[in-house]
């Protein structure tokens, strides 16, 4: 039973599409996030949510639109893709109450793929 | 900003070798300092952290201790196992808050 789960897990498309990766936690968290590893490998932080509220905006372009329905989900889309988006992009949660102790919980990754 | 670095991979190793996975960072105040562990087909999980200079955290066999002369939190295991074979990253947090800060990640394989 998977605490933390993506889908897709690969994404192939062309520039200029749009396209979503969901996320779902059944762990009970409130805080959920989205990290991206870039060529380099260096996982950084995009958003967080908790409780459905977004906290945390790193300097993203406003083409990826985070959206959390409920606080189990984090989906996120983007729009109008481009070469340099292509990445692994993973999920995580934790509960806000354990801030600061770094126990995040990941979900494999969504490698996207942009031609 | 904060950065860690950490050896580049891959890293093969024989079963029973010893382990040693290099990781410094660099920081504004004092963060607390992570070991993440991917096994094949799986998310990261923590494997093992220390909150302040000279802790050492634990787990699985793997010990790190935090250096703050130094700042490293070098990861240790005297004895791999095929099973260890996975990705590691190094991460730190400071400000107490969920914002990781991650290294690239360093892929170990153990042969048997």
């Known amino acids: 039973d998977t605490a933390v789960s993506q889908t897709p897990k690969y994404l192939v498309t062309q520039m200029g599409n749009d396209k979503s990766i969901k996320c779902e936690q059944n762990?009970?968290?409130?805080?959920m996030y989205w990290y991206k590893q870039d060529s380099k490998k260096f996982l950084k932080i995009m958003f967080s949510?908790?409780?459905?509220?977004?906290?945390i905006n790193e300097t993203v372009p406003n083409r990826f639109s985070p959206k959390s329905p409920d606080k189990a989900h984090l989906n996120l889309h983007i729009n109008s893709l481009e070469l340099g988006d292509s990445a692994v992009y993973f999920c995580?949660?934790?509960?806000?109450?354990?801030?600061?102790?770094?126990?995040?919980?990941f979900g494999e990754g969504s490698r996207l793929t942009v031609l | 900003g904060d950065s860690v670095t950490q050896m580049e991979g891959p890293v093969t190793l024989s079963e029973e070798a010893f382990l040693t996975i290099n990781c410094t960072y660099t920081?504004?105040?004092?963060?607390?300092l992570f070991w993440y562990v991917q096994y094949p087909g799986e998310g990261l999980q923590l494997l093992l952290k220390a909150t302040k200079a000279d802790d050492k955290g634990s787990n699985k066999g793997f010990e790190a201790t935090y250096r703050k002369e130094t700042t490293s939190f070098h990861l240790e295991k005297g004895s791999v196992q095929v099973s260890d074979s996975a990705v590691y990253f190094c991460a730190l947090n400071d400000f107490g808050n969920e914002k990781l800060t991650f290294g690239t990640g360093t892929r170990l394989t153990i042969i048997p």
């Open positions: 949510y908790n409780n459905k509220e977004l906290i």
């Open positions: 920081a504004t105040g004092y963060p607390s």
């Open positions: 762990l009970g968290h409130d805080t």
């Open positions: 995580a949660s934790s509960q806000s109450d354990r801030a600061g102790t770094g126990e995040l919980f």
